[in-house]
Every structure is written in structure tokens, then in C-alpha cells.
């Protein structure tokens, strides 16, 4: 039985460092949105940064171990074997649950994945042990420790208010301060800014954070400990380092040094390092307090089912090896894990100063969110003074900023005026809850803050405050979510555990491990897929080549598309409509990123190619609307084939490939014409269109009347027609986008 649990706890190390590379890429987007956000270094020195954050972090966390062990249950009531299969519940489902949030690039929560995950395999495991134990103590809440658990739900989902005001008022003060066009003013008042900000993180990092690391204990030379010295000496601490910051900053102005950069360094450096010193617990702490569970059965030579684990109740010391080791498996993640940059892009979508192509919707809940706002804005603007009003609007006006961000090629999605206000404002709610070892957030924390700074900047603006605030509620209810899961399924997995005991367990290993190698095939294949990454940014230098290189990739792939529909279609083969599904998703991908960032193209034209700018609108029209022909083919077609409906008639489909034979060579003609400039050919393709539009209409008429004689039935009708409907549009824009990019290149060699 010993060897046994020696595999389980191996098994459980081996989930801890797979835990570890999960968590790490979902909660990378706390400590490094801010500075890659605001393009304040490259992305080594940012990585580099975090990576020595994440290292020193790790050492402060010894204190949060006790929150795996005790923190949620009382482990004095339950025996080894329990607290073994409670514990292995809780690490598969978080893996698991994690894994899937990556995978889609949405930003959740480990503390509430890892803290809901212990609650729910714990009620499971007593609510079987009182079932099934008649001897066993009978009040199920015995068994939770209900008062530090409340505690600790309830700083998580304050923290989320909290954050998102705070965040919120030290961005409009920072703003109302320095405006938008902050170079003069950041001249008189930054360095003393700046010795506010880093002496903030000094003091809560170092003193507060102190509370739970291994040095608080220090013997200092006047016989006090470390973390007593310090707090007796806390306003010459504070005056010190305020004095001393301001200092140094003044004088990096001085040789014409960007103070700004190092204050978001900083930052940078101690968000990491309050993540790993809050978090590190998620990933390793239940494994840690397993290792500590088995020393304890092992030396008690008691039977495995008897042995009470109250010795884990008390404090339990943490190898300083095993931190060192879990922090450079973080490190290594956070430069390795293609998954974590995916979730840093949603947080930058959701905050970025520019419009653009917005991830989400729009919903009700936006809408009305909106309109309120905004009438609560016009109340307040009557009440203040014209003087006071337009002095606000002064501050916050981006006019000049948004004409200098034209200019750059690569523009950040905010100045670094708000990176700092993110990473000073995060760090110091981290770090406050780490010194009253509670685990909170720091997705919870960094991301409300980020969206606080972005209410507050204006980021939001009408035109695209409900698809950011749709971002915000979407990304929010994933955290809801994600509690819900981890509770659910590690309730779930603890009783089938408590039942089907190692069994079970050896068979969710094999579920999980399938599940981490499935969802990252399935994200590597996604990525390489994806038409988006290989989309150069379209600048006038190559407006007109990359114009026309976008018509040919969409007609090129036109052919192929259709006969994949149609073959999927007559074998009624659901996997290859799938990918057919996937191609045209992909094309209806790429053309609404060309269409949404059509603003932000022509702004960068010269002013001799304004002119065209027209044109170059009117391709992308019919680029859009060719690729929503072939979406509004593939969905009916798919359902219709996973519904199970009817198959087409075989004449039907005799139809339908002579159509496509007849595309085939329209096509190749469109084909030919674009790239040879051959432009002389329009009309014949336009009569060419005509006589194939007169033909796909006597089907239609056939249809029409097998439809009267009742030879097919309504679903049959309703498919077959809209697919020939949608093939005559196709022709139509396909055409039309030939004669708009041929207008297009006439016009250009027109300007030459």
C-alpha cells in the first residue's frame, strides 16, 4: 500500500509542474500586459524582467502554503487516505479546467480555480465519509473551515470592486495631472511621481509582503526579528526610499533618461514578483501538503484508512529547493508558452487606447450599461461649472496623442503614463493580501485595475465601449464560471475517487493527460491555421499589391471550397463539412480584419494616394461580401447534414457539380485576369456570368416544381434553393470585385 502512495505523490509533483505550465500561461497576463501594452522595452527585456520578479516572489510565498493544507478544511477530521484522494481531485479537475481557458485565450482565475476546486472535492469526500462512516462525525460544515473560506471567497470577489475603482480614481488623478501630452508637465512633477509609485511598491512589497516570506524571521543585530525591525521602523523606511527615489529619478531626467520606462520595469519586476509570492500556492500547495500528509502516515505506521492527518493542521516549513525549483519551471513557461501570449491579447484588447477590430459583441447587458453611463455623465456635466468642465476635458483630450500614435508603425496600445498606474496599483492590492495570507486574484486584481485605467482614459469610447464592456462581462463570467466547474467537477471527481478508489483515479490520469495533449494539438493547429498571423500590416509603400494579393488568395480558394461543400454534402460526411466550415470561418476572418482596420490604413496613406482610398474601400466591400456567400452556404449545409435531414436528390446533386465545373472555369478565367492585369477581358467575364446565372436559375425552376409535385420536402427545398441563391451572389461580387480592383489600378497608374 506504501508503494502505492509513493506513486501518488509522484503523480501529484508531476501534476504540480504540469499545474505549474497551465496556470503560468493563463496568469502571464498579469504581470506583462501593462509593459508589452505600452512597448516600454523589447519582449526579452520585459520577459527578463518578470523572470527575476518570478524568481525573488517565489521565496515570499511560504506563508500562502498554509491555505492548501488548512486554509479551506479542517484535515484534522479526515484520515490519509481521504485527504490523498481529496487532493488529487483537486489538481486533475484544475489542470483540466485551466487547460481549456488557455486554449480559447480568456484570462480566469487559479486562486478561484484552485480555492473552489479544495472546497468541492472536500464537501464531496466528507459528505461520503458521513454517508458511508456511521461512526464519522455527522455535521457536514464540521468538516469545512467555513470562516477562513468565506474570508477568502469574499476578499476574491471584493478585490474585483475594489481593483476596478481604485484603478479607476488613481488613473483620473494621474491623467488630471498630466494630461495625454505629458512631456512638459512629467519635466516638474515626474520624478517626485515616480518616488511615489516605487516608494508604494517598497513599502508594501517589503513590509507588508515581508510578513510570509522565510526572512521575516531574521535575527537583525539588536536581537529583533526582520519583520519586527521593520515595522518599528516604518515611516524612516517610507522617508527614506521617498527621498532617495525621487532622487535618483531626478537625476536619470537630468541625462535625459525616461523615467517612465523604469517605473514600469519596476513595476513589472514587482507584480511578478507579488504573483509568485500570492499564486506560487495554487500550483504547488496542494501537492506540498500531500508530501507532507505522506511523511506523516509514513512515520506513524498506522493503517492508511485510520491515520487522522491532525499534525496538518499545524505550520509546516517549506523547502527553500522546492521553491527555487517551481519558480524556474515558471520561468521557463513564461518564455516557452505560446498560450500565454493568446491571453495577454484579450486583456490588450480590452484596454488599448485605439479602435479597431473588437474581439466581442455587443449584448443587452453593454447596451444598457452604456446609455446609463452616459446619461449619469450629461447629469453631471450640467451641474459643473463650463470653466471646470472644460478644464477636465483639457486633460483628457487625445487629439494630438491619437495624431502622434498615426505616425508610428507600430503603435502601444496605451503611453506609459497608465502601464505605471496598472503595475504600481495591482502590485500594492497583491501585496496587501499577501501579507493577510489571503489568496487573492491576480487575474481578478490586474485585469479590473487595467479596466479601470481604461474607463477612466477614455479608452472606451462610443464606438467601442459595448464591445469592450460585452469583453469585460464575458470575461468575468468565465471567473463565475470557473468557480462553478471547480467545484462541480472536483465534487464530482473526489466521490468517484471515494468509490472507485485508485482505480478511479489511475483512469482520470489518463483523462486529464489526454485532454492537455488534445487541446494543445488542437492550439498549435489553430495558430498555424490561422490566416490572421500572416497578414502584413497594409501601409502605402504596398496598399496596391497587398490589395490585390487579398482578391486572388480569396477567389483562388473559392473552387476548392465549393467542391469540398458540395462532395460533403453528397456523402453526408460531417467531418468534411467541419473543415470546410473552418476554411470559410478563416476567409470571413481575414477579410473583417482588412475591413475593420480600413480606418487605420487610410490614415497612414500619403496624401497623393487619398484619392484612391475610395477604391480601396470598395474591394474590401465585395471582398467581405464574397466571403459571406460561402459562410451563408456552409451553414445551412452543415446543420442540414448533423441534423440528419434528408439527403439531396441525386439530380440534385448532378445539378450542383455542373455548376461547379461551369465556377471551375470562371474562376481560372477571374484567376487569369488579375494576374495578368488583363483587364480588357471584364466584359467577356460579366457575359460569361450571365449565362451561368440564366442556367443556375433553370434549376431553380426545376426545384420549384419537384417542390409541386411533392418529389422533395421542405427542407430539401429550402437548402438546395438558398444554395443556388447564394451561388448567383457570388457570381455577382466576385465580378464586382474584379471591376473595383481593376478601377483601383487604374487610378493608381493614373496618380504615377
Known sequence: MENIYLILIIVLFALAISDLIVGVSND?????????????????????????????????????????????????????????????????????????????????????????????????????????????????????????????????????????????????????????????????????????????????????????????????????????????????????SMLIWTLILQIMMWFKLNILKFIVLAGTFALALAFAGNDLVNFIGVPLAGYSAYGYWVNSGAAHDTFMMTQLSGKVPTQMYILIIASITMILTLFFSKKSRAVVKTSLDLSRQEEGDERFGSSIMARNIVRASRKTADTFNKILPDSIRNSINKQFDTTLYKKQLALEENPPAFDMIRASVNLVVASILIAIGTSFKLPLSTTYVTFMVAMGTSLSDKAWSRESAVFRITGVISVIGGWFFTAFSAFLSAFIVAILFSYGSFYAIFIMIAIATYS????????????????????????????????????????????????????????????????????????????????????????????????????????????????????????????????????????????????????????????????????????????????????????????????KKGEVGSKNSLLYLSLLHETKNLLLHSVNLVKAQRDFESFEKEID
Open 28 to 240: 502571464a497576463v498579469n504581470f506583462l500586459n501593462s509593459a508589452i501594452g505600452s512597448k516600454v522595452a523589447s519582449f526579452k527585456v520585459i520577459m527578463g524582467i518578470a523572470a527575476i520578479g518570478i524568481f525573488v516572489g517565489a521565496t515570499y510565498s511560504t506563508g500562502m502554503m498554509e491555505v492548501a493544507r488548512k486554509g479551506i478544511f479542517n484535515p484534522s477530521l479526515f484520515t490519509f487516505q481521504e485527504i490523498m484522494f481529496l487532493f488529487m481531485a483537486v489538481m486533475i479537475t484544475n489542470i483540466i479546467l485551466l487547460d481549456i481557458f488557455n486554449t480559447f485565450g480568456m484570462p480566469t482565475s487559479t486562486t478561484v480555480s484552485i480555492v473552489f476546486g479544495l472546497l468541492g472535492a472536500a464537501v464531496a469526500v466528507a459528505w461520503y465519509k458521513i454517508h458511508v462512516n456511521p461512526d464519522a462525525n455527522s455535521e457536514l460544515m464540521n468538516y469545512i473551515n467555513s470562516a477562513k473560506a468565506l474570508q477568502i471567497i469574499s476578499g476574491i470577489l471584493l478585490s474585483v470592486i475594489v481593483a476596478f475603482t481604485i484603478g479607476a480614481i488613481v488613473q483620473w488623478l494621474s491623467r488630471l495631472l498630466f494630461s495625454f501630452n505629458y512631456a512638459n508637465r512629467f519635466k516638474y512633477f515626474g520624478s517626485i511621481w515616480g518616488g511615489i509609485a516605487i516608494t508604494s511598491i517598497t513599502y508594501f512589497i517589503l513590509i507588508k509582503g515581508l510578513k510570509g516570506s522565510p526572512y521575516a524571521s531574521h535575527i537583525m543585530s539588536d536581537g529583533t526579528t526582520l519583520i519586527e525591525w521593520a515595522q518599528s521602523h516604518v515611516w524612516q523606511i517610507v522617508g527614506f
Open 516 to 707: 492537455l495533449i488534445k487541446t494543445n494539438f488542437f492550439y498549435k493547429s489553430d495558430s498555424k491555421n490561422s490566416s490572421l498571423d500572416n497578414i502584413e500590416e497594409i501601409v502605402d509603400a504596398n496598399v496596391l499589391i497587398k490589395c490585390k494579393d487579398n482578391v486572388v488568395t480569396t477567389l483562388s480558394n473559392i473552387n476548392d471550397v465549393f467542391d469540398n461543400l458540395i462532395k460533403g454534402l453528397e456523402k453526408e460526411d460531417r467531418a468534411l463539412l467541419k473543415k470546410v466550415k473552418r476554411e470559410i470561418k478563416d476567409m470571413n476572418k481575414r477579410s473583417k480584419y482588412l475591413k475593420d482596420n480600413v480606418y487605420k490604413t487610410i490614415k497612414k496613406l500619403d496624401e497623393d494616394s487619398i484619392s484612391t482610398s475610395h477604391f480601396y474601400v470598395q474591394v474590401l466591400d465585395y471582398l467581405r461580401e464574397t466571403t459571406h456567400c460561402m459562410e451563408y452556404m456552409i451553414k445551412p449545409s452543415f446543420e442540414h447534414v448533423d441534423n440528419d435531414f434528408t439527403r439531396l436528390l441525386d439530380v440534385q446533386f448532378k445539378e450542383l457539380k455542373l455548376i461547379s465545373k461551369k465556377l471551375r472555369d470562371f474562376y481560372q478565367l477571374l484567376f487569369d485576369v488579375m494576374n495578368n492585369q488583363d483587364f480588357a477581358k471584364v466584359p467577356d467575364i460579366i457575359e460569361k456570368r450571365e449565362i451561368l446565372m440564366k442556367e443556375i436559375e433553370s434549376y431553380r425552376k426545376k426545384q420549384v416544381k419537384r417542390l
